[in-house]
Each structure stands twice: as C-alpha cells, then as structure tokens.
C-alpha cells in the first residue's frame, strides 16, 4: 500500500489530514502530515519531513502540496526520488480523498488518479431559483436574487 504525505503551511497539512480521517478512519497509518510553519528554516523542515517519511514506512509514497515554488514545496523536491517517491502540488481535498481511495494502486495509476480528483473537483455550482416558488412577473434580471 503506497503512503501519502501531505507537506503544507500550516494549518493546513494537519486540517487537510483530519478530513481525511473522518471520511477514512482505517487510514491513519498511511497518510502523514506536515505543517510548515513560518518561523522553521527550510532546512529544519526537511530534517522533519525526512523522519516523517521514515515513520510512514511504505514502499511507495505520494507527496502532496500545497503551492508550487513555497516553501512546503521545495522541500518536497528535496525529499522525493521520482521512483519510490513522486510530488503533486496544488492539493485540495477532492484530490486527497481521491488519493486514500486508491492507495492500493501502483503508483504511477494513484498520480493519475490525484490529478483527476484534483481537477474533477474544482467546478461552478450553478445557483437556481429555490424550488416550489414561482418567479414574480416583474423581475426583470434573472440574477438578482444571486449573491
């Protein structure tokens, strides 16, 4: 089973985490978290991260972060491999769920499948007029009752 290693500024890694585990509680060994804080260098971030990752202790892992070239980031390109390890940036929770779900695909099929999740959940929810209330004769813009 491949791991999942959320590298973010903090709160995030650690709220995005706990969201995790209240829709997947059985998945508590294979996905970590590290929240960066803005107070610790880099390189005592990546000092961290490196002990995280052993203690994940999975044959493969996916690294996700939050925002290309922050810092979170630059430490995730430090810490993965491309072989055992391999980095998407731009996490959101459509994404991380979608990761949990296919933990126990390859890994090369479980980056594909955190990218579809990650895009397939960014969308515009279409606001409609609440149902059983007929549009009054006079409103003349469709949207005024949009916020």
Same mark, same amino acid.
């Given at each position: 089973?491949?791991?999942? $290693?959320? *590298?973010?500024? &903090?709160?995030?890694?650690? &709220? ?7 829709? $997947?509680?059985? /998945?508590?060994?294979? @996905? &970590? ?12 971030? =990546? ?5 995280? =990752? &052993? ?9 996700? !972060?939050?925002? $290309?070239?922050? !810092? ?36 090369? /099929?479980?980056? /594909? ?5 990650? !895009?397939?959940?960014?969308?515009? @929810?279409? *606001? !409609? /007029? ?11 813009? *469709? ?5």
């Amino acid at each position: 089973m491949n791991g999942i $290693f959320i *590298i973010a500024h &903090a709160p995030l890694a650690h &709220a995005l985490r706990q969201c995790v585990l209240h829709v $997947f509680p059985d /998945a508590a060994g294979s @996905v &970590a978290a590290l929240d960066v804080q803005p107070n610790v260098s880099p390189e005592e971030t =990546l000092g961290s991260a490196r002990i995280l =990752l &052993a203690q994940l202790d999975a044959p493969q892992v996916l690294v996700l !972060t939050d925002l $290309f070239g922050a !810092t979170p980031c630059n430490v995730a390109q430090k810490l993965v491999d491309g072989v055992r390890s391999r980095l998407i940036t731009g996490v959101n929770l459509p994404m991380l769920l979608r990761t949990v779900s296919y933990r126990h695909e390859s890994l090369d /099929a479980l980056v /594909a499948r955190a990218l579809v999740g990650g !895009t397939q959940g960014v969308m515009q @929810v279409a *606001i !409609t /007029a609440p149902q059983n209330q007929a549009r009054r004769s006079h409103d003349q813009d *469709i949207h005024d009752h949009q916020q």
